[in-house]
């Protein structure tokens, strides 16, 4: 009978904690007929299906009219509804000059419509983290109901649901075993753990126990490759690991990155510069007139200065910008998911990483034997059947060391895996401790299917949890009827099973000494992280029989000891020394042992024998606080839950660093949107931790963050060399309208239309080639910059002003000049295409000169860019096309100019590529000037 259902209990316990009994107790289950129809019943209306559930989100129209809440697209927005009411005005009055009514209006709400469009598809790829998360759910389960097996849809389980599972299903509920045979779970991409979690109902373990340690549990969205087991449901939906999971990614806010932050500052900055302008430039012109009566024309003026202030062609040349920065990031095996992330990278100062895959191989590759006769270290990499057997620094034969002989034999024999050479590399097929074996025998030149031809395998007693070994009985088909058992396994279990010891071609009995320096050898070799597997053989007489009393794994002759360890890859310790070089600190963050983690983090350069080790048990012990003052010391965390690795990037932001963290798994996926920068693994990595992500590493290595975090540098370099290159010729256009009534000059020198042409392909084009300028070689050898720097720090700002200052000057210079003249000619309007053609011209010098901050341009590499030189000279042709193609020159509003016109505009545009030039030797000289004092 089904015990009577109690009040239904809350499912946030540590279940892991309590017996089986208990847990049956409290969930009003039973073992053999688990629940009843009226009990699932009230557990559906009570918990809720078994799915996870979504918080609501923004629509697609509603990111879509939020692109326009940008204050310089509200102010166009504002120019081109004042610009319509004064075409129409004017039309209804029959004093329109223009041919063509409102095209300032048309054109203005074009561009503020493709750039809305243009932040709309950034913003819309999809927050699809949780639905594939959804996708990890079984479909169909297999439960006791009534004390009937059934099929139901996973859906429908409910907290005490009797769950059956067999090789093969993937788990859909949370829950502890009550029978488990044989049992192992693939749990990598909820704990990190790549190799299967043997699992078995046991006692209750300690409330702290780490979520990869919880042996009588099972978990959501994990798979069954082993075994079989019964299973009381403790958590469904988002009561399961997966659902804290979903949980935590939902409450992650999606911050705005530095350069988004840094055009909302600039934005506000210019929208504010420009409204004190117009109301001066209105005011000034009100108080000489002495009347409203210039009102008109004070207002057309004012439409043009708001135009000019805003870079219209800024958002699609850094879309481009960041788009081509993600071309050349694929080209280093990093794929950007979202575009921002490419300047991100550029203000990384701390990166965490996790170990398996990343920092290391994900290959097992034995690096030590331990025998009697001393111990031998192993060279070699992967899984290559290459290397050398090395003893105090001298490469040995294995020939000449019989023991070591015959425990490479054993390792070869007393194996399930096979090694495989398949496109260019060798592969591992089954399991990776037991592949690492077999790469080093054939680093002795034993070949697997050679020894297996001879010693045919007849019995077999497999590896359990309980057990700890694994056992082969071979037939010697060399010398007939003779049988060998080899075993491996914990040296502690094995070497309570073994009487003697082989050394060289003898074998001795196994004393007291010998025993405690095995053991001593054993604890020694996990202390430098290696995964240690003990070996050992003995000869029979006659093959036993399966239902024998007698236990053959007794008597055993001991051979030694191998020692494992995912090796680092070879070029992530250089990786890590550049990192290091400039400024970025690594951290590991794994899921591994302690001792492994810190071992690996040593070889690496990462840790040393000062740093910081911290486990995911000290970590529960410790608040918040606490935690951010241990960051700055800790560069390990070994044993980590996914709360643990949220906590820790937090803390690591709390102290203001900029994050990039990377993961592979399901329990990773909080952590990288959290991050700064979220980084998924492209070969390893689960279809969740990359939709988290800001970035994907096509081959899973440590190296290549370092390099995407370069290309991140470059691309921030390049966005500050167009905004400065932009931002100072608009300054001088504001400037060069702002004066014309000020110094009583009739009418606008600059139509809304004309000042679109000059910020959208005068100033596009050039401003696009500068974003492909190369990196400078001292990239990586400098501090990574301030993610909260304002736009316009470290001499951005002061440039700006100063050069459109300056642009100005010779812009007003001119208009003065230009004005007077075109009023002794037949054409009195020519002198604002005059102002046009040469502001235009003037951007043309500046490009050529701010492709660099410091060195002359005849000091470079006039090729170095070509990109530069082409736009140059399309966007000269494009200019001189407005003025002299007839049909443009309707439509922009422009005169013919005069040879003598035209060498004018020329020979004042040339100025300003001299004054930027002259600037770079006056810094230098002052600079080293400095230096003599």
Known sequence: MTSPTPSLPNLTRDWHACSADDTLKILGSDADRGLNAAEVEARSRHYGPNELRETIKRTRWEIFLDQFSNIMLLMLIAVAIVAGILDFLALQSGSLQSGIPFKDTAAILVIVILNGILGYVQEVRAEAALAALKKMASSRVRVVRDGEAREIDAPELVPGDILLVEAGVQLAADGQLLEASNLQIRESALTGESEAANKHATTPLAPDTPLGDRVNMVFSGTEVVQGRGKIIITGTGMATELGKIAEMIQGVENEKTPLQKRMTQLGNVLVTGSLILVALVIAIGILRAGNWSPLRELVEISLSMAVAVVPEGLPAVITVTLALGTQRMVRRNALIRKLPAVETLGSVNTICSDKTGTLTQNKMIVREVETLGGSVSVKGEGYEPVGDFCQEGEAIATQDRPELQALLVAAVLCNDSLLRYEENEWHILGDPTEGSLL???????????????????????????????????????????????????????????????????????????????????????????????????????????????????????????????????????????????????????????????????????????????????????????????????????????????????????????????????????????????????????????????????????????????????????????????????????????????????????????????????????????????????????????????????????????????????????????????????????????????????????????????????????????????????????????????????????????????????????????????????????????????
């Open 439 to 933: 790469a080093l025998a054939g680093k002795a030149g034993l070949e697997q299917e050679s020894l297996k031809s001879r010693f045919q395998r007849v019995a077999e007693l497999p590896f359990s949890s309980e057990r700890k070994r694994m056992s082969v009985i071979c037939l010697d088909n060399e010398y007939g009827e003779s049988y060998s058992l080899f075993s491996k396994g914990s040296p502690e279990m094995l070497l309570g099973r073994c009487q003697e010891y082989q050394l060289g071609n003898e074998t001795e009995i196994l004393t007291p000494d010998r025993r405690h320096a095995i053991l001593n050898a054993n604890n020694q070799m996990a202390a430098r992280g290696l995964r240690v597997l003990g070996f050992a053989y003995k000869v029979i007489d006659e093959l036993p029989h399966p239902k024998a009393e007698e236990d053959p794994e007794q008597e055993m002759i001991w051979l030694g000891l191998t020692g494992a360890i995912d090796a680092p890859r070879p070029e992530v310790s250089l990786a890590v020394q550049h990192s290091k070089e400039a400024g970025i600190r690594p951290i590991m963050i794994t899921g591994d042992h302690p001792l492994t983690a810190r071992a690996i983090a040593k070889e690496l350069g990462i840790a040393d024998e000062n740093t910081l080790t911290l486990t995911g048990q000290e970590l529960e012990k410790l608040s918040q606080q606490d935690l951010e003052l241990e960051v700055e010391r800790a560069s390990v965390y070994a044993r980590v839950s996914p709360e643990h690795k949220l906590r820790i990037v937090r803390a690591l932001q709390a102290r203001n660093c900029f994050v990039a963290m990377t993961g592979d798994g399901v329990n990773d996926a909080p952590a990288l949107k959290q991050a700064d920068i979220g980084i998924a693994m492209g070969i390893t990595g689960t279809d969740v931790s990359k939709e988290a992500s800001d970035m994907v590493l096509l081959d899973d290595n440590f190296a290549t963050i370092v390099a995407a975090t370069e290309e991140g540098r470059v691309v921030y370099t390049n966005i500050r060399r167009f905004i400065k290159y932009i931002l100072g010729s608009n300054v001088g256009e504001v400037i060069t309208i702002a004066s014309a009534p000020i110094l009583g000059l009739s009418g606008v020198p600059l139509t809304p239309l004309q000042i679109l042409w000059m910020n959208l392909v005068t100033d596009g084009l050039p401003a696009l080639a500068l974003a492909v300028e190369p990196a400078s070689p001292d990239v990586m050898k400098q501090p990574p910059h301030n993610p909260n720097e304002s736009i316009f720090a470290r001499g951005l700002g002061s440039y700006i002003v100063r050069i459109g200052i300056i642009f100005s000057i010779f812009s007003i210079t001119l208009m003065l000049i230009a004005y007077h003249e075109s009023l002794a000619t037949d054409n009195p309007e020519s002198w604002k295409t005059m102002v046009f053609t040469t502001l235009c011209l003037a951007q043309m010098g500046h490009a050529i000169a701010a492709r660099s901050f410091s060195r002359l341009t005849i000091e470079m590499n006039w090729f170095g860019n070509p990109s530069l030189l082409w736009a140059v000279l399309v966007t000269t042709a494009l200019q001189l096309a407005i003025v002299y193609v007839p049909f443009l020159r309707d439509f922009f509003g422009t005169q013919v100019l005069t040879a003598k016109q035209l060498g004018i505009c020329l020979g004042f545009s040339s100025l300003m590529f001299v004054w930027v030039e002259m600037e770079k030797l006056f810094v230098r000289s002052f600079l080293q000037g400095r230096r003599k004092i």
